[in-house]
């Protein structure tokens, strides 16, 4: 078969490997491959055991791969053959040098911008879909520009907005595609015929286009955004504790008025995923990069907040389990960083096992997705550590359960034969505010919710 367009996606993570078989899903006239420098990766996602849990994720790569979707590590290939590469590779927080724990690590992204220059041998559109600091593009365009070889690179910005767990429903309908591009005769035909791809499911009034560095900078601050909601609500729901009031209650109506809105408001033992913190942290160094103090002072609060919940969190149980908890069994209901995700990187989670151990607390850990994960995350802890998958087995013997994911499953339990099992007086500290409070209470527990008032029976 011969394919309208042949589309490449260097980086076959958590943003490449949903986006690419969404496109190849909706597009089946374009050959769409992902490559990675992770032979294991690709390994996995020609498997039945994809590397990501992705609710509907499996049936979309199902009904493409080996038709028109493709994964590999033959990246070299990929470049020779492609029109239109997209670049999904990870840009972490740099953990070295200068701008160590606050700018983008960039390392990544140089390299695949090497790697395009050497191999490529004809005109390429290249779309960066990674989360970028502003004026990113620029550089790429210099690397790949830097050898007079007669190609020609038109680089786009099209940053990602998908959230995990809902990734596919995220991309099959997306609030928004932003395209950002320069605004030369070859820059706007390179973003048209990136439109021209997204428009063959998304329609035309949610494709929005703008200059490269607003695209660029748009994402990072739509994440600063959403972050900012949690950490407001979060400081509130301390101020609630003190206050008998109910964030629930106070979210309500404040997510009413149509101008705040209400989603985004669930008051939580801190945000986790990969980009929040990066992204917030990549935003406040560029702040200061332009000697914008106030400006990344204001932004590194929503960051803070984030720690001082966490650290809220913990001490809550500490205080509520009499001020020791060595060689008492705490069991953490989820350990990943959000519900449908078996992703648990900055997860809440690990920094409240980390510092359960600290304190000589036996942590037994359950998530239906996460336990691989999470033991990677607890390598070389030291300490009493017992990862289970069966929620009910887990916390036989536990002092105290703390809810740390919303998974659904978790509302779902059979507290009383759970309490039956636990060693008393027992405690709930729910992480999520999803379980009932009131009923937990009255068959036996000590209840601590977030920013509302606690249930004990001392
Ligand atoms: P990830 O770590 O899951 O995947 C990145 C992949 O790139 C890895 O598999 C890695 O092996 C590969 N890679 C690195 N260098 C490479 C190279 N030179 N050649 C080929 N492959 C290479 O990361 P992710 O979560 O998919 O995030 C990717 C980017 O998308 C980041 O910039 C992130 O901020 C952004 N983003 C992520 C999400 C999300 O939900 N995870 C959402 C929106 C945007
Ligand atoms: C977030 C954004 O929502 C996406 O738009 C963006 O593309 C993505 O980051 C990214 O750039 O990586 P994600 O981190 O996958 O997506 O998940 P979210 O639903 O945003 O949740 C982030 C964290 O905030 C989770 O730990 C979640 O539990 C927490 N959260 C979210 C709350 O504590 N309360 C809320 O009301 C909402």
């Not at 996606?9 to 491959?33: N, S």
């Not at 390179?190 to 009034?205: C, G, T």
């Not at 703008?210 to 900012?228: D, G, M, P, T, Y």
């Not at 999470?374 to 009910?392: L, R, S, T």
């Amino acid at each position: 078969m011969t394919f309208e367009k042949h589309i490449l996606c260097i980086g076959a993570g958590y943003v490449g490997g949903p986006t690419m078989a969404m496109i190849a899903f909706k597009c089946p006239r374009y050959k769409v491959t992902v490559v990675d420098i992770n032979p294991g990766r690709i390994a996995e996602w020609n498997s039945d055991h994809l590397p990501i849990y992705e609710p509907g994720l499996d049936e979309i790569v199902r009904a493409t791969r080996g038709k028109n979707l493709f994964f590999s590590t033959d990246i070299e290939k990929g470049i020779r053959e492609s029109e239109i590469i997209f670049v999904s590779v990870n840009t972490p927080t740099k953990t070295f040098g200068a701008g160590a724990g606050m700018a983008a690590d960039l390392q990544y992204w140089d390299k695949t911008a090497r790697q395009i220059r050497t191999y490529a041998t004809s005109n390429k559109i290249i779309v960066e879909k990674s989360t970028l600091p502003v004026k990113t593009a620029q550089a790429m365009k210099r690397i790949l520009t830097s050898e007079a070889n007669g190609i020609r690179f038109d680089v786009l910005s099209n940053p990602e907005f998908l959230a995990e767990g809902t990734a596919v429903r995220d991309l099959e309908k997306p609030d928004r595609v932003l395209i950002g591009s320069t605004q030369t005769p070859n820059g706007l035909r390179a973003r048209d015929v990136l439109v021209e791809i997204y428009a063959n499911w998304v329609s035309k009034d949610r494709i929005i286009t703008s200059n490269i560095w607003s695209s660029e900078l748009s994402k990072l601050v739509a994440n600063a955004f959403l972050a900012q909601r949690v950490s407001s609500i979060n400081s509130i729901s301390a101020l609630c504790e003190k206050a008998d009031a109910d964030i629930e209650e106070v979210a309500r109506a404040v997510g009413m008025d149509s101008r705040v809105g209400g989603r985004f408001l669930n008051a939580s033992v801190g945000f986790g995923g990969s980009c929040f913190k990066k992204d917030i942290l990549n935003l406040v160094y560029l702040c200061r990069y332009y000697d914008l103090k106030e400006v990344a002072d204001y932004w590194e609060g929503v960051v803070k907040i984030n720690d001082y919940q966490k650290d809220r969190f913990l001490l809550k149980i500490l205080d509520a389990l009499f001020n020791t908890l060595a060689d008492k069994r705490i069991c953490l209901f989820g350990f990943a960083f959000k519900a449908d995700t078996g992703d648990t990187r900055e997860s809440p989670a690990i920094f409240v096992a980390r510092q359960l151990i600290e304190e000589k607390a036996r942590v037994v850990i359950t998530d239906p997705k996460a336990l691989k994960n999470a033991m990677k995350d607890m390598e070389g802890v030291a300490g009493d550590i017992a990862y289970v998958e069966d929620p009910y087995v887990a916390c036989e013997g536990c002092t105290a359960i703390a809810v740390m994911t919303e998974w659904r499953t978790y509302a779902a339990l059979d507290y009383e034969r759970i309490y039956r099992t636990m060693a008393k007086p027992a405690f709930i500290f729910d992480g999520r505010n999803i379980l009932d409070h009131r009923k937990l209470f009255e068959i036996g527990f000590n209840v601590f919710p977030i920013g509302k008032p606690s249930l004990t029976h001392f």
